[in-house]
């Protein structure tokens, strides 16, 4: 039975790429893939010392990437055992902390952190902890499912077995990476303007995705997401987006303030209003 609905739901999901071929250009973008194959590599240069946040035992640059471009890359994951099951020669030192509450000692030349944020309770803790790693002019690149998008405000609603269950009956493909509890705690591209700015980081560039993968089980469901996504892109814009890539720049001199102790104590922002 279990067999008979996978090929079900692959011929869907052909039938759904099919249907998006027929939208303007952007609609049919992979944010992930994207960040991986565009994003990323536009700021990579060589003997770079990078720190890959979240990584775990999938850690973003492959040994061949890293031996060519001379990468010192450090892997940042809350789970010992995730950093373990990384390749060997991937990470050239781990640090097994929860990175809401790292303090770095400012030493990257870049910050890599994709499909993280969403799992973590207090975002700005974490971008509080980009900026402190990142040397003066260096940037933290982020890869940010959106807390707007329909199934990220299911996978806040639903239990978690009941999620589990159905994402690996339906993709189970994603076993290996997917189906960490999610939060998305200020997960959208305005608060990520915010927390930049209360953190002295510089936002540099967004770019916004309106791909994912989640409702082309069925394409009539497929369909409806994206008659939803049009009309909330109507109204709210990028806010309405599936994902985003953000590049957070660190200035080269410190931003002038009248109280940098103070701003730096009260730096928790409000929620924004959607």
């Given at each position: 039975m279990r067999k008979l609905l996978q090929m079900f739901v692959a011929t869907q999901q052909r039938w759904c790429r099919i249907f998006d071929t027929a939208l303007?250009?952007?609609?049919?973008?992979d944010g992930a893939s994207h960040f991986g194959r565009v994003f990323v590599p536009a700021q990579v240069r060589p003997n770079m010392t990078v720190y890959d946040v979240g990584g775990g035992k999938h850690p973003f640059f492959g040994n061949e990437t890293k031996a060519q471009l001379r990468l010192k890359v450090y892997g940042i994951d809350i789970t010992e055992q995730e950093l373990k099951e990384a390749p060997v020669g991937a990470y050239?030192?781990?640090?097994?902390?929860d990175i809401c509450s790292y303090a770095?000692?400012?030493t990257a030349d870049l910050v890599v952190c994709q499909a993280v944020l969403e799992h973590v309770n207090d975002t700005d803790a974490a971008v509080h902890?980009?900026?402190?790693?990142?040397?003066?002019?260096?940037?933290?690149l982020?890869?940010?499912p959106c807390r707007n998008a329909i199934f990220?405000?299911?996978?806040?609603?639903?239990?978690?077995?009941?999620?589990?269950?159905?994402?690996?009956t339906l993709f189970p493909t994603t076993q290996r990476a997917h189906g960490f509890p999610a939060h998305y705690d200020r997960c959208a591209p305005r608060d990520f303007i915010a927390m930049a700015r209360v953190n002295n980081l510089q936002v540099e560039?967004?770019?916004?995705?309106?791909?994912?993968?989640?409702?082309s089980f069925f394409l009539p469901a497929h369909i409806m997401w994206r008659i939803w996504q049009g009309l909330s892109l109507s109204v709210v814009g990028d806010q309405a987006c599936e994902s985003f890539s953000v590049v957070l720049r660190k200035p080269q001199t410190p931003e002038p303030s009248s109280d940098i102790s103070n701003a730096f104590v009260q730096r928790?922002?409000?929620e924004q209003s959607h």
């Open positions: 303007n250009g952007r609609f049919a973008v050239d030192g781990v640090i097994c902390r770095g000692d400012g902890s980009f900026a402190s790693l990142l040397k003066p002019g260096a940037a933290a982020v890869f940010v990220a405000r299911l996978n806040t609603i639903l239990p978690e077995k009941l999620k589990r269950t159905i994402l690996f560039a967004i770019e916004s995705y309106y791909m994912s993968a989640y409702f928790r922002i409000p």
